[in-house]
Structures are given as C-alpha cells and as structure tokens.
C-alpha cells in the first residue's frame, strides 16, 4: 500500500465506510465462491468472464483472476479453430475461391477470436486507468497480443505515447514501449527522436534519459569502446545534458547521465587484467585490476625462451578476490626476458633492481581517448560550471561534474583542485560523507599508484606520501608487489584488518 | 534504549511520553499479532491474493523483535501446507488461489522460520521451480510466462533455503541472464533486459549475486553511488531519482548497501530517524512515509531496517534473505557479503 494519507475521519463517516466495505466483502466472496466452482466444473463460459471483470476492475493484482481469463481465452481460441476446421470441411470448394465471400461474413471464426483478444485488451486498459503499474494487467496485455498473430503494434505504440503522458516516468509504460517497439521494428532513430522530444518536455525525466542511454550506443558506436558513443556524438550530447542540468541544477536526472556520458564505457564484460605481478624464490603474487575468483581455473604461465613454468594453485588473500599468492619453490633463471601469460594476455615482467626476482606493474586508471574537439567542448563544459559556481558555490552536483570534467581533462594536473572539490561535498552533502571520502582515497591512491614506478625504492617499498585523512586504501591489490607499506599509524589503525597485504606479510 | 528490560504494559497503549523518536514496540508487535485476527477486515479480504507473504512479513518481524510466539505456529504451518499444490508442488498465496513462485519463496521462508521444512514435499518444490528455468536463464513466476529478475531472485533464494541450489537450475545460465538486465549508465538492474534501474529490483539482483557467490560481477563503486544518492534530505531512501522517499525502498538500497559493503556511504542516523517517523503511534505498524496509514509489508521493512542499523531490542536480521540471522545460521547458509574496502 503506497500514499496513503492517514485522515481523521468522524465516528459517523466511519460506521458508513465500515458497512460499505462490509458489502463489498461480501461481494467479493460470493464472486471468488462462484468463480472456483464455476472452475472446478470446468465451466470456462461468459459468466465466468463477466464475474472476474467485476473483481479485476476493482483490484487488478488478484493474478489467478487473470490466469483464469487466460484459460477461458484458449478454451474459446480451441472452439474457434475447431469451428473453422469443420467448416471448412463443409464448404464446398468453388465457395473458398470467391474473393471477398469470407470477409463479408462476420461470424467467421477468425472475427470472433479477434473480438476475444479486444475484450482482454479492453480490460486490461480498463484496469491500467485504475492502477498504471498493475504488473498483472500489463502481463496480460503482453500475453494477449502474443496469442494473436495479427496484432495491432502501431496501435500499442500510441497506448505507450498516451500512458507516458500520464506519467512520463512509470517504468511498466517504458518496458511496455521497448517490447512493442520491436515488435514493431522501430528504428532505433526514430526512438532517439521521440526520446529527445520527451527531455525537451521535460528534463527531469531520468526514464527517459536512461531509453537514450540504450539507443545512442547502438546507433553511434565507439569504435575503440573507451567511451560510451562516438566522440561526435559524445560532444552532442554533452551540450544538450549541460544545457538541461543548468536549468535545474538541483534535478539528479540530468546529472546522472552526464557522468556516465563523461565515465570510459562498457566495462562491464570486459575480463580482469594483470595489473602487478611478483617472482620470488618461494613464490609469486599476482594482482588483477578487476575481481575474479576463478583464477585458479585459468591457464598460467611462465615462459623464457623455450622453457615454460605452469604456475598453479593460486590463494585469495583479499576479500575482494584480486590479490593472489602462490606457494611454490622457484629457481628464478638467471635470465633477462621473462614473460608472463595469463589466459590471452601476455606481459613482460623486469627484473627487480638489487634484488632477486622479477615484477610487473602497471597503475590503474587508463585515460580514454579524446579528440581535440572532444577536449575543447570538456573545458567550456568545466568553465561553465565554475562560473555557475560563482554564484552558487555550494551546489552539489556542479561541485562534483566539475571536479570530474577536471579529471577528464587532465587528471594531474587537476588532482588537488578535484579534491578540494571533493572535501568541500562532504560538508555540503553530509549524508554522503563516507562516498566523498571513499572517492577521495580512490583519486588519491591512483595518482601515487601512477607516481610509484619513479619511486627510489619501487617495487619493493611503497609509502604513502600524501598522508592526508585517508578513510580508506582503495586498489590495495596494487600494492601486494611491495615488501613493505608506509602508511601513518593513523591509517594502519582504522584499516586493521583491511590493510592490503604485501609481499613482505606473505608466508610464501 | 533497551527493549529487552522492558515489560508488556498490561493496558496494551503506550507512554504518554511517546514519541516518534523511539521505537513504538510493543504497539508494533499488537499491530502485527492482531493482523488478520478479523477475517471479515476489508483490506485483510482485500489482501487475500498475498497472503502468504503477508504472512512471512508478519512472522518475520515478530521474529526479529524476539515474540514469534505471539502467532499460532501449528495453525500457520497447516495454512502453508494446505496452499502447495498437489500437482506443480509451488504455493498458492492461500487457498482457491494459483501457485506462483513469489507465494514458493515466501512460503518456504515461513517454514524455515518455525523449522518445519520436513512437513512438506521439498523434492515437489525444487521441480516447480527448477521447472519455471527458460533457456535464456530466466525465470517465469508461473507457467503463465511473465519474466522478471524478481523470479531470478525467488529462484535462487527458495533453492538456496532448500539446500538445493546445487545441481538443480542452470545456475550459469541464471546468473547470465541477470547480468544482462544491469544498466551501464548507473550499474543498477531493472526487471529485464533494457530496464531501467530501480532500488526494489537491484535488491532482487544484488541479492541473487550475494547468494550464488558473484558479487564480483557488480560494478560496487558505481552501483554503490547511485543508491547513496537515494537518500533524501528527510533520511529516507528513494527506489529511483526523484521520486518520494519510502520505508519499504530504504529497506532495499540499506540492504543492498550492506550486502554491498558500503553502508558507510549514507547516513545512518538521519535514516533511523527517518523510519522511526514512519510508526503509526496509535495504531502500531510503519507506513511508506511520515503520516500515511501503516500496513504489515511497510511494518516488516521498518523494523527490519533498524535491525539492519543495529537498533538496540531486535535481532539481527540477514541483509539478503530478509529473516533473521539465527535462522540463517542454524540453516548454515552464508550469503556472499563483500568487506568495506
């Protein structure tokens, strides 16, 4: 039960209410009676249909109602095409071949199923007016259709039109759209263009961003797939999410999709990479930039020219499953090239200087590609957003978009103002505190993750040179190379336990 | 404040001094107890084609506040078992009524809650729902073909409760399919591929990925922002971008957030105080917001949500199944958790 109100109501009102709702109980069981011995009979009849309208239109969620309706429709469906099959056995054959003599008939079978498939529909939008997020009276509605080979999907395409003007952010009418417009066959852009209209209307409209965020990468794809869409059109659109967000800079909608417009693209199938790896004489650690706890079911190998080393039985030694340790006694050859293979990826590991053994690393965060057009319209996008936050310098969501578009721009040379960004949040979004400081670690741990390979002691000794309030130590996998972490004792203390390991803690 | 040290008050109405910052208790627990004891109630009618997780609502936040024996326990599990279906082995919310998986996971909730498993046909179970598995990994709520990632999570959820999560679905094919309803806009999912996100179904699918043990696959730090940003000036959480806070989705994004490990990235407090606003004090139970009227599926994320706080007088309740923990444990499950890195 969702909104509610709680309403004084008089001793009065209350008795009627009371034997209003007393009738309709009763109604109700007498209906719900009726209607399971009427099943139970196997009486799937029009009376049938009329005593589940009675209660559907009431309270469309009562599902079995609908699975009772749906077995009359096949029922009816099974009559039908029995119906047909013996006439035709009956026509004679000169008869079939008049053109037109079957369409003038109106009690052909194929004209009543067609009228039991617009009495569901009818219902169905019956019961949507009652309640538009029925999943029930939407299933049906789906269900019906599909039981009809000469459904009308240029007719749903318009219930979708007038439903999302009723409510242009009911997720049942959006689902309910992306079904019919392939069943439809919508061109993608034609969608893009309805999708465009409903932002003008509206842009605090985060449903219909998201349909956008589903066409564009189809239609524009990113060839190198570092960004969600071509860079053109990545500009394009930019310019319009800016142009929306500023209108209301407290509506999220619009910011939402700014920053996943800004982030690097699909990420998400892409499979976990090497990111630091460790050769000594016991054994070897190894780090992923991603989880993936079935390491131990992939190919791994150590090969120097000719020789090759399967190294097996790799142990977690995070949570997080991206740091792993492997116990096993090496001879490292006294070689300069050694390569390690993982599954498809091939890395070339280095020697460690003063020191036996072998590593290889390489910091997180790659930057995506960007055009020189790209790169002009982030720097008007940044300059308008701090000139906005001359004016309101606590506003949240230009606080945080600027300090990202700074780090897609160049994230160096923008490290310590996206921060100052970031702290200034904690304070104007408290309740958001611990992301803000979470992210702040992450901004912090990549750029000295970036700085450590021109370290003095690299790889074997990482310290954390920008101690600040650090509450956390993301991308710790990075560090399990190292012998040694220096972090303030401060840090080592709120960490306890999550304190990433190293090769130094390793029993190897 | 402790509930534990406190004593039934025998006039059954609560501390003149009441107010909507503490938990209203003992109201709750008589809101809960009472529910349905008046068969002919228009909602309680009404509400017959959920029954069955009416009746888990119910039990498990009378569980979680430590007083499941206010209920009948013979009388509740007789009611479940006369709700399997002889022929699908599924449950029916109650009686007259079609099994449905949604009715099967809360069903089999109920039992796992008074330890009543062996009363009914399991075998019988794990075929409806090892049944209800489409060659895309999905999963239909019944044989009426409606799909949704909801169905993933009652699949696996009633599996895993049943021991039976292992050679019995295509867990493979399961998990891909959920994969791919996420968003790569927000990380969130919706209910199918294509959907947009929203809290009520990335529970659904966090939940389903903690209990087949791939988290891994959940983009945390970009999912975990989206559902930080749920939290509203009020405390409350929302289910989708502007739109109004509500117990029932704080219960969602909290329990997504912990399952997550990021419990830390919104306010705590200012959601207690949120929830706490929530309680009807006359009547007992939690509405979806401040002043609107209470009912038993609001009452049970209310208090399942302060449990998940950790609110001093209730058990702790387990973030991805929604019961409590004991029961979790003395079934030896372990839902994946992921530690706050």
């Given at each position: 039960m969702h909104g509610r109100v709680k309403v004084r109501t008089t001793e009065e009102e209350r008795e009627r209410k009371k034997k209003e709702q007393a009738l309709k109980v009763r109604a109700y069981r007498a209906a719900m009676g009726r209607i399971q011995k009427k099943r139970e009979a196997g009486e799937l009849d029009s009376e049938m249909l009329t005593l589940t309208v009675q209660i559907l239109q009431r309270?469309?969620?009562?599902?079995t109602l609908w699975n009772i309706r749906r077995e009359c429709v096949l029922d009816k469906l099974a009559k039908l095409k029995a119906e047909a099959a013996e006439k035709e056995a009956e026509t004679p054959k000169e008869e079939e071949n008049t053109e037109g003599a079957a369409e003038k008939?109106?009690?052909q079978p194929e004209d009543k199923s067609q009228a039991v498939f617009t009495t569901e529909l009818d219902l169905t939008e019956q019961c949507l007016m009652v309640n538009p997020k029925s999943y029930n009276a939407w299933h049906h509605r789906c269900w019906t259709l599909e039981q009809?080979?000469?459904?009308d999907w240029q007719r749903e395409l318009l219930l979708c039109n007038k439903y999302l003007k009723f409510d242009e952010r009911n997720f049942h009418t959006w689902d309910y759209r992306r079904y019919v417009t392939e069943k439809a066959a919508v061109p993608a852009a034609q969608e893009l263009d309805f999708c465009t209209e409903k932002i003008k209307v509206n842009f605090s409209n985060y449903s219909s961003w998201h349909h956008r965020s589903l066409l564009l990468p189809e239609l524009?794809?990113?060839?190198?797939?570092?960004?969600?869409?071509s860079e053109e059109k990545l500009q394009q659109e930019l310019d319009m999410v800016l142009t929306a967000a500023f209108t209301?800079?407290?509506?999220s909608s619009a910011w939402f999709y700014q920053r996943w417009l800004l982030g690097s693209g699909a990420e998400l199938d892409r499979v976990p990479k090497v990111a630091a790896f460790r050769l000594g004489a016991k054994g070897a650690v190894l780090a992923l930039d991603k989880p993936n706890?079935?390491?131990?079911?992939l190919p791994i190998e150590l090969v120097s020219g000719d020789e090759k080393w399967q190294l097996q039985n790799w142990q977690s030694v995070d949570s997080g499953k991206t740091a792993w340790k492997l116990q096993q006694a090496f001879d490292?050859?006294?070689?300069k090239s050694l390569t390690l293979k993982l599954a498809d990826q091939e890395v070339n590991l280095s020697p460690i200087p003063n020191s036996d053994g072998f590593y290889y690393f390489v910091p997180p965060h790659a930057v995506a590609s960007c055009s020189k057009e790209l790169l002009a319209e982030l720097q008007t996008q940044l300059q308008s957003c701090l000139d906005l936050l001359e004016y309101e310098p606590d506003s949240k969501w230009t606080l945080l978009t600027s300090a990202l578009l700074m780090r897609a721009i160049d994230v160096s040379a923008n490290h310590d103002q996206s921060l100052t960004h970031l702290t200034k949040l904690e304070k104007?979004?408290?309740?958001?505190e611990g992301y803000y400081k979470d992210l702040a670690a992450r901004w912090v741990l990549e750029s000295e993750l970036a700085k450590?390979?021109?370290?003095?002691d690299f790889p074997t000794k990482f310290e954390l040179?920008?101690?600040?309030?650090?509450a956390s130590l993301p991308?710790?996998?990075?560090?399990?190379?190292?012998d040694e972490l220096k972090v303030s004792p401060k840090l080592r203390e709120e960490l306890g336990e999550r304190l990433p390991k190293s090769f130094g803690d390793l029993e190897l | 404040m402790d509930f534990t040290t406190f004593v039934k008050p025998t006039n059954g109405g609560g501390d003149a001094?009441?107010?909507?910052?503490?938990?209203q208790f003992w109201k709750h627990v008589e809101y809960i107890e009472n529910h349905?004891?008046?068969?002919?109630?228009y909602e309680y009618c009404m509400t017959e084609f959920l029954r069955m997780s009416g009746i888990y609502w119910g039990t498990t936040a009378l569980d979680i506040m430590g007083?499941?024996?206010?209920?009948?326990r013979k009388f509740i599990i007789d009611f479940v078992k006369r709700c399997?279906?002889?022929?699908?082995?599924g449950f029916a919310p109650c009686e007259g009524h079609d099994p449905h998986l949604l009715y099967t996971l809360s069903a089999v909730q109920i039992l796992c809650t008074y330890d009543a498993?062996?009363?009914?046909d399991c075998e019988a179970v794990v075929r409806f729902v090892v049944g209800?598995?489409?060659?895309?990994g999905s999963f239909f709520g019944d044989k009426w073909g409606e799909v949704d990632t909801r169905f993933s999570f009652c699949a696996v959820a009633t599996l895993t409760l049943l021991q039976?999560?292992?050679?019995?679905?295509?867990v493979e094919k399961a998990v891909k399919f959920v994969l791919s309803c996420?968003?790569?806009?927000?990380g969130g999912f919706g209910s199918k591929p294509g959907a947009e996100s929203h809290a009520g179904l990335i529970y659904c699918c966090v939940g389903f990925f903690s209990l087949t043990n791939r988290?891994?696959?959940?983009d945390v730090d970009k999912l975990g922002w989206w559902l930080c940003e749920r939290q509203l000036p009020s405390g409350g959480l929302n289910g989708r971008p502007e739109k109004l806070p509500d117990v029932c989705y704080s219960w969602w994004v909290l329990a997504s957030l912990t399952i997550m490990g990021?419990?830390?990235?919104?306010s705590s407090e200012k959601l207690q105080q949120f929830i706490l606003s929530?309680?009807?004090?006359?009547?007992g139970g939690f509405s979806d917001r401040t002043g609107n009227m209470p009912d038993i599926f609001h009452t049970l994320f209310g208090i399942g949500g302060l449990s998940l706080l950790g609110h001093s007088g209730l058990k702790p309740i387990n973030?991805?199944?929604?019961?409590p923990q004991y029961i979790i444990d003395r079934l030896d499950i372990k839902p994946q958790i992921l530690a706050r890195s």
């Open positions: 309270n469309p969620d009562v599902s008939n109106d009690s009809n080979p000469r459904a524009y794809p990113n060839e190198r797939r570092d960004r969600p869409m209301d800079p407290n509506d706890p079935e390491l131990n079911k490292c050859p006294k070689t104007v979004d408290a309740l958001r450590w390979p021109q370290a003095a040179a920008e101690e600040k309030s650090l991308l710790g996998q990075y560090l399990i190379i190292a | 001094e009441a107010s909507n910052k503490s938990l349905g004891k008046q068969e002919d109630d007083q499941l024996d206010r209920l009948e399997q279906c002889p022929t699908t082995g498993l062996d009363e009914i209800l598995q489409q060659p895309d039976r999560l292992e050679q019995s679905i295509d996420c968003n790569q806009t927000d988290l891994h696959l959940v990021r419990l830390h990235w919104i929530c309680q009807d004090l006359e009547t973030p991805t199944l929604c019961m």
